[in-house]
């Protein structure tokens, strides 16, 4: 197994240098260029050629290109060409609350979809299997921004119970943290949960046809130790592997639920620094991702050895 | 009872709360229109960055409510009788937030450093011969000749302000941003607690001593009103609207127009009208370099194709926020004249595009850059595209975020070769109130703004008013300026519009309407 994640560690390597390259060469042929949108609207042809010079922009891509491997080797993601800060710190900034955000919207999204997709299951074409379904066509259906809205209609606006926006970091108290995370997580959450509850019935329905199930039944166990110990722990691999790939998303920014209740997370980050052309944010954004979508991957793979001791590396 | 529960759910919650520390402080919290990414308001024109300027920076001179400039940072000051040299003291008590005494150093420096960056300031440094130190608090500004906007250059309320900044941050290249924002201001830049792109924080100068004359606009006291000012970052209208209701903010400074009605219902929230002539000014910029609109009958043809009505009731909807305006200098502003303005008599696509074939257009495309994400110039270029189609023009509407039009709109080469032909882009009324900050309004061929309208008489004229010594000889100038300025068509105005304020009138007082940029310092919270 160690020598495995090794590997897979190794692996990633040429997938970041990849990626690095792809990145760094799009944002150069997009059209756009941060030193107009700096420069402002009466800036001349002239000034904006100054603006382009200092920043360095105008030197060849390659040399460019050269500069910014070498600082990244250095583990320097460079510097944000509108804020003067640094991009190591404008992403730490805003990985507090994606984390948050991700951690509470799986937590909402899994405990929902579980119970739904094995109850479904269990009582498979049945009215509450049914009824279980459409729920979630509805929640996987329904665009988050339109539920997001609603929810801050009756609940913030209406009923004034919690705030329309904004994120409190925990260290400023757990109850506004936790606040500024419910609306949101909801709105999130049930687009993963219809996921996770269709995949887990998928799942269980496949595993509750199998002999053992059968025998379990008939050996009299109680329908729940059936259900939870024998049919979910089995039918688990494909359902972790959906809730990783929501991870993976999450992590990588759910933009239309950070704007909606503004919440500076990365994602927003993202598109204001597309937007803005500010190229090294974008860059040193993109790379973050990558590497949080190839560690949420091999932690899938690993995790299926734990819950299927027949797969082994 | 759904509320109920709910209710004592959070109620359990509640012991588990740490303490707020900043809930005794007074904290004004506003949602502007843009969010504070650059911190140099000398490097860049964004009103954003000079509203946060305007709260960090001090200058020499502000501009009050009627747009006349008014001794800020200076005590007194004495302009010899042939008005070529300046002499300026500065008042007692002006330190900077590291503690160190603003001295005459600094505030050379500093407008060097702005004269060299910003337009106006180019203008007015295009005039001085040179700046010297008496003292530390008084230095003198000589002129080559006499220039009557030296004052309300340095007071100036939009785009880049004079900044007054500590010498060894204006020594800084002008084309490279401060990395310090130390100024002298009313409030104080927290730079420790800047989330780019989602809050700046700013804390009550406790040392700052104001002037003794009541507040009007930037000019007379500015007295720190609350102990932090925090400028949130909203980019969902909606949003925002909705954080206000619910008393999230205080302040939110362009409400989208949709949402107006709905503001003027709710509950603890006031709009107010922004200032006499804070309104918007809608432009459309043709490009003098390449045909057709290199011949001036070509130009003014495009004149028959602007119904302003159709412009602004696409943009704004209630005709109480906006006006037609048919002049290129702000309407309700000191200098609106309707020089030019029977160019704009009628809408008549047939007539337009008469007259561009008799200027030599044969059906080329014309490039018009269609900017897809801009809240006012994206339903204005629909209009402007619409008209032209019905006109029979050859249209190659071009669509890209706002961010590649700003790029392309700065390429000179011809359309074909990744140029343009048209854009639409707007202007602040307080800017566009006067011929000389209305960079505009300019004709300096390519040195100046994109499109590079080229002619001799507009920047003889505005070089003229400038140094005009009476109010007269202002108006009739202005005048024959907007004339000439709309015969060469420097640019189509498409109307103006006001986007009032929105606030928490149970909350917060001492809103003042804004005047080019939004004055925050004031406010007080109930």
Same mark, same amino acid.
């Given at each position: 197994?160690?020598?495995?994640?090794?590997?897979?560690?190794?692996?990633?390597?040429?997938?970041?240098?990849?990626?690095?390259?792809?990145?760094?060469?799009?944002?150069?042929?997009?059209?756009?260029?941060?030193?107009?949108?700096?420069?402002?609207?009466?800036?001349?042809?002239?000034?904006?050629?100054?603006?382009?010079?200092?920043?360095?922009?105008?030197?060849?891509?390659?040399?460019?290109?050269?500069?910014?491997?070498?600082?990244?080797?250095?583990?320097?993601?460079?510097?944000?060409?509108?804020?003067?800060?640094?991009?190591?710190?404008?992403?730490?900034?805003?990985?507090?609350?994606?984390?948050?955000?991700?951690?509470?919207?799986?937590?909402?999204?899994?405990?929902?979809?579980?119970?739904?997709?094995?109850?479904?299951?269990?009582?498979?074409?049945?009215?509450?299997?049914?009824?279980?379904?459409?729920?979630?066509?509805?929640?996987?259906?329904?665009?988050?921004?339109?539920?997001?809205?609603?929810?801050?209609?009756?609940?913030?606006?209406?009923?004034?119970?919690?705030?329309?926006?904004?994120?409190?970091?925990?260290?400023?108290?757990?109850?506004?943290?936790?606040?500024?995370?419910?609306?949101?997580?909801?709105?999130?959450?049930?687009?993963?949960?219809?996921?996770?509850?269709?995949?887990?019935?998928?799942?269980?329905?496949?595993?509750?046809?199998?002999?053992?199930?059968?025998?379990?039944?008939?050996?009299?166990?109680?329908?729940?130790?059936?259900?939870?110990?024998?049919?979910?722990?089995?039918?688990?691999?494909?359902?972790?592997?959906?809730?990783?790939?929501?991870?993976?998303?999450?992590?990588?920014?759910?933009?239309?639920?950070?704007?909606?209740?503004?919440?500076?997370?990365?994602?927003?980050?993202?598109?204001?620094?597309?937007?803005?052309?500010?190229?090294?944010?974008?860059?040193?954004?993109?790379?973050?991702?990558?590497?949080?979508?190839?560690?949420?991957?091999?932690?899938?793979?690993?995790?299926?050895?734990?819950?299927?001791?027949?797969?082994?590396? | 009872?759904?509320?109920?529960?709910?209710?004592?759910?959070?109620?359990?919650?509640?012991?588990?709360?740490?303490? /707020?520390?900043?809930?005794?402080?007074?904290?004004?919290?506003?949602?502007?229109?843009?969010?504070?990414?650059?911190?140099?308001?000398?490097?860049?024109?964004?009103?954003?960055? /000079?509203?946060?300027?305007?709260?960090?920076?001090?200058?020499?001179?502000? &501009?009050?409510?009627?747009?006349?400039?008014?001794?800020?940072?200076?005590?007194?000051?004495?302009?010899?009788?042939?008005?070529?040299?300046?002499?300026?003291?500065?008042?007692?008590?002006?330190?900077?937030?590291?503690?160190?005494?603003?001295?005459?150093?600094?505030?050379?420096?500093?407008?060097?450093?702005?004269?060299?960056?910003?337009?106006?300031?180019?203008?007015?440094?295009?005039?001085?011969?040179?700046?010297?130190?008496?003292?530390?608090?008084?230095?003198?500004?000589?002129?080559?000749?006499?220039?009557?906007?030296?004052?309300?250059?340095?007071?100036?309320?939009?785009?880049?302000?004079?900044?007054?900044?500590?010498?060894?941050?204006?020594?800084?290249?002008?084309?490279?941003?401060?990395?310090?924002?130390?100024?002298?201001?009313?409030?104080?830049?927290?730079?420790?607690?800047?989330?780019?792109?989602?809050?700046?924080?700013?804390?009550? /100068?406790?040392?700052?001593?104001?002037?003794?004359?009541?507040?009007?606009?930037?000019?007379?006291?500015?007295?720190?009103?609350?102990?932090?000012?925090?400028?949130?970052?909203?980019?969902?209208?909606?949003?925002?609207?909705?954080?206000?209701?619910?008393?999230?903010?205080?302040?939110?400074?362009?409400?989208?127009?949709?949402?107006?009605?709905?503001?003027?219902?709710?509950?603890?929230?006031?709009?107010?009208?922004?200032?006499?002539?804070?309104?918007?000014?809608?432009?459309?910029?043709?490009?003098?370099?390449?045909?057709?609109?290199?011949?001036?009958?070509?130009?003014?043809?495009?004149?028959?194709?602007?119904?302003?009505?159709?412009?602004?009731?696409?943009?704004?909807?209630?005709?109480?926020?906006?006006?037609?305006?048919?002049?290129?200098?702000?309407?309700?502003?000191?200098?609106?004249?309707?020089?030019?303005?029977?160019?704009?008599?009628?809408? &008549?696509?047939?007539?337009?595009?008469?007259?561009?074939?008799?200027?030599?257009?044969?059906?080329?495309?014309?490039?018009?850059?269609?900017?897809?994400?801009?809240?006012?110039?994206?339903?204005?270029?629909?209009?402007?595209?619409?008209?032209?189609?019905?006109?029979?023009? /050859?249209?190659?509407?071009?669509?890209?975020?706002?961010?590649?039009?700003?790029?392309?709109?700065?390429?000179?080469?011809?359309?074909?070769?990744?140029?343009?032909?048209?854009?639409?882009?707007?202007?602040?009324?307080?800017?566009?109130? &006067?011929?000389?900050?209305?960079?505009?309004?300019?004709?300096?061929?390519?040195?100046?703004?994109?499109?590079?309208?080229?002619?001799?008489?507009?920047?003889?004229?505005?070089?003229?008013?400038?140094?005009?010594?009476?109010?007269?000889?202002?108006?009739?100038?202005?005048?024959?300026?907007?004339?000439?300025?709309?015969?060469?068509?420097?640019?189509?105005?498409?109307?103006?519009?006001?986007?009032?304020?929105?606030?928490?009138?149970?909350?917060?007082?001492?809103?003042?309407?804004?005047?080019?940029?939004?004055?925050?310092?004031?406010?007080?919270?109930?």
């Amino acid at each position: 197994m160690t020598s495995y994640i090794v590997r897979r560690l190794f692996a990633t390597l040429p997938v970041m240098a990849v990626v690095a390259l792809f990145v760094f060469f799009l944002l150069r042929f997009a059209p756009g260029d941060p030193a107009a949108i700096i420069a402002g609207d009466d800036a001349t042809a002239e000034s904006i050629a100054a603006v382009r010079a200092k920043l360095g922009l105008d030197r060849p891509m390659v040399e460019q290109f050269v500069v910014w491997v070498g600082q990244l080797l250095q583990g320097d993601m460079g510097v944000s060409i509108f804020s003067n800060l640094a991009v190591t710190r404008l992403i730490a900034q805003r990985l507090e609350p994606t984390v948050a955000l991700t951690l509470s919207t799986l937590f909402v999204a899994v405990a929902l979809a579980i119970p739904i997709g094995v109850v479904a299951a269990w009582k498979a074409r049945k009215l509450v299997d049914r009824l279980a379904m459409a729920f979630a066509v509805l929640g996987f259906a329904m665009p988050t921004f339109v539920l997001a809205y609603i929810l801050i209609y009756f609940f913030a606006v209406q009923w004034q119970l919690l705030p329309v926006q904004g994120y409190s970091p925990i260290r400023e108290g757990f109850w506004p943290f936790v606040e500024s995370l419910i609306l949101p997580s909801v709105a999130l959450g049930i687009t993963y949960m219809a996921l996770i509850a269709r995949i887990t019935r998928a799942s269980m329905l496949e595993v509750l046809a199998q002999d053992y199930i059968r025998t379990a039944n008939s050996k009299g166990l109680a329908t729940d130790r059936v259900l939870l110990l024998h049919a979910l722990k089995n039918a688990a691999v494909p359902i972790v592997t959906v809730i990783g790939i929501g991870i993976a998303l999450l992590i990588s920014g759910v933009v239309i639920t950070e704007t909606v209740f503004n919440i500076p997370g990365l994602g927003r980050l993202t598109v204001d620094a597309v937007l803005k052309r500010d190229y090294p944010v974008v860059q040193g954004l993109i790379l973050v991702f990558a590497g949080a979508k190839v560690l949420v991957n091999l932690i899938i793979d690993i995790s299926y050895a734990f819950l299927d001791p027949r797969i082994r590396y | 009872m759904f509320r109920r529960i709910l209710a004592g759910a959070l109620a359990l919650a509640v012991p588990f709360a740490a303490a /707020n520390v900043q809930a005794q402080e007074k904290v004004l919290k506003a949602v502007m229109h843009a969010d504070v990414r650059v911190i140099d308001p000398v490097w860049t024109t964004q009103t954003i960055a /000079n509203i946060h300027g305007a709260l960090v920076y001090d200058t020499l001179f502000g &501009n009050d409510g009627n747009q006349k400039p008014q001794p800020q940072m200076v005590g007194k000051y004495e302009i010899s009788p042939d008005r070529l040299t300046y002499t300026f003291t500065l008042r007692d008590g002006l330190k900077f937030h590291d503690g160190s005494p603003v001295t005459t150093k600094d505030v050379i420096a500093s407008l060097k450093r702005w004269g060299a960056k910003d337009g106006v300031g180019q203008r007015l440094m295009g005039f001085v011969t040179k700046m010297e130190p008496v003292d530390d608090k008084t230095f003198t500004m000589v002129l080559r000749e006499p220039y009557g906007m030296v004052l309300e250059s340095l007071g100036k309320s939009q785009s880049s302000i004079a900044a007054i900044m500590r010498e060894k941050d204006a020594l800084t290249d002008p084309q490279q941003q401060v990395k310090e924002a130390v100024g002298s201001g009313p409030y104080m830049f927290a730079k420790d607690q800047w989330v780019p792109g989602s809050k700046a924080v700013y804390l009550k /100068n406790k040392d700052y001593v104001p002037r003794t004359e009541a507040p009007s606009s930037f000019a007379g006291a500015k007295i720190p009103g609350v102990d932090r000012i925090e400028l949130v970052w909203i980019s969902d209208p909606q949003t925002t609207m909705s954080a206000l209701i619910n008393g999230e903010i205080d302040f939110y400074e362009q409400p989208t127009n949709d949402f107006l009605p709905l503001l003027e219902k709710a509950r603890g929230v006031k709009l107010m009208k922004t200032g006499k002539i804070d309104s918007t000014q809608g432009m459309i910029r043709l490009n003098h370099l390449h045909p057709p609109f290199d011949n001036v009958k070509a130009r003014q043809a495009m004149y028959y194709l602007i119904n302003q009505e159709d412009f602004l009731r696409t943009i704004v909807g209630d005709p109480k926020f906006y006006r037609v305006c048919k002049g290129l200098l702000t309407c309700g502003g000191p200098y609106e004249n309707n020089g030019g303005s029977e160019l704009m008599k009628e809408y &008549n696509p047939k007539k337009a595009l008469q007259l561009l074939k008799e200027a030599g257009y044969k059906g080329e495309p014309i490039t018009v850059l269609a900017a897809t994400d801009h809240a006012t110039i994206t339903p204005a270029t629909q209009v402007l595209i619409q008209a032209m189609r019905e006109a029979g023009i /050859n249209v190659d509407a071009q669509s890209m975020d706002w961010g590649s039009v700003v790029t392309r709109r700065a390429k000179k080469e011809p359309p074909s070769q990744g140029g343009w032909n048209i854009f639409v882009t707007t202007s602040g009324g307080v800017g566009s109130s &006067n011929p000389v900050l209305h960079t505009w309004i300019g004709a300096a061929c390519e040195k100046g703004l994109f499109g590079w309208p080229c002619d001799p008489e507009v920047e003889k004229l505005r070089n003229a008013f400038g140094m005009a010594a009476t109010e007269e000889e202002r108006q009739k100038i202005a005048k024959d300026l907007q004339t000439r300025a709309m015969e060469q068509v420097v640019f189509l105005p498409f109307g103006q519009w006001d986007t009032p304020i929105a606030f928490r009138g149970d909350k917060i007082d001492n809103v003042v309407p804004n005047t080019g940029l939004a004055v925050l310092w004031g406010i007080t919270k109930k």
